[in-house]
């Protein structure tokens, strides 16, 4: 798994940390992205880079991303210590960022 392949490599002290798409909240605008998300980023995956497949997946594979709260158990899982709550969700959730470091030995 790659998040112990983080804990592994990191020295102690060090930080892993991660930028990826997550769960948009609260709901109703939730709903609005999905929406978005599967018509409009295909589509202009199509335009832009004659490629909707691709677009397609990017958009079915941020929907089964763990939440942030999972990701963030995950990380703790792999032996690292969650900064904080372990995660900041940038413009309501669309992007998140966790972090975790690795306890000193």
Partial sequence: MA???AHRVLK???IF???EFSKVSPAPLDAIYQQYSFSIIPLMGQLVAGDRDS???LVESIKRFPSQSEFARMIKDAGLANVGKGY???TFGVASIWKGVKPLE
């Fill in 3 to 5: 998040l112990k392949s």
């Fill in 12 to 14: 102690p002290g060090g």
């Fill in 17 to 19: 940390a991660c930028l």
């Fill in 55 to 57: 677009y397609q997946y």
């Fill in 88 to 90: 900041e969700e940038l």
